[in-house]
């Protein structure tokens, strides 16, 4: 009878443990639980913040989005809200480097492997400060590198049907002072918007 009570006592612990887990990381998040929140936030952030004409140039009519991102929102305190701003701000940071580079392998068909010192500073920050993501945001920047290298004027010729990477690049370059916007707007508090 006393091993069928230690028994039904752990039965009890083990099942009261496997549903407040979840709740018990909500309430006091681990390190590893707040880097995999960031990690997802910033990929979300990134789908209405990336450099995309068909995105809306303006968020305030889209209460859905609103209203489920002020819902993520709500779970970050000060300290992480700032962490997941530096984020969005380091990733336009990133674009605006790229897109510098891309500009010069484009026009002058110089070297898609060479970095200039802005670019080369940025990705190392991006290795240190998002490293879940660095590897993808790396590896496309990488791509659109070569896309620009081949499609340059300066050793291919011009073809009209390769994307023009230079008009491409002054696109970036004006988005960015709404970008840095958008990324305060979306770590704002809607109590604070």
Do not use: N
């Not at 605006?96 to 492997?113: H, K, L, M, R, S």
């Not at 970095?115 to 496309?140: C, N, Q, W």
């Amino acid at each position: 009878m006393q091993r069928i009570r230690k028994l039904a006592l752990a039965a009890l612990m083990l099942g009261v443990g496997f549903f407040a887990a979840p709740l018990f990381f909500e309430l006091f998040p681990t390190a590893a639980t707040w880097e995999r929140k960031l990690d997802d936030d910033t990929l979300t952030a990134l789908q209405v913040l990336a450099p995309d004409a068909r995105l809306p140039a303006d968020l305030s009519g889209e209460t859905e989005f609103w209203k489920a991102w002020d819902r993520r929102l709500d779970a970050y305190d000060d300290a992480h809200l700032a962490l997941l701003r530096a984020r969005l701000e380091l990733y336009v940071a990133f674009i605006g480097a790229e897109w510098g580079d891309v500009a010069e392998i484009y026009t002058a068909g110089t070297d898609p492997g060479r970095t200039s010192e802005a670019a080369r500073a940025v990705r190392d920050r991006i290795r240190a400060e998002i490293p879940g993501l660095a590897e993808k945001l790396l590896a496309d920047a990488h791509q659109v590198r070569e896309q620009a290298y081949a499609a340059s004027p300066a050793h291919s010729g011009l073809d009209p049907d390769l994307p023009d990477y230079g008009r491409e690049a002054a696109v970036i370059a004006d988005w960015l002072p709404a970008a840095r916007a958008r990324a305060v707007e979306l770590t704002t508090r809607a109590a604070e918007r």
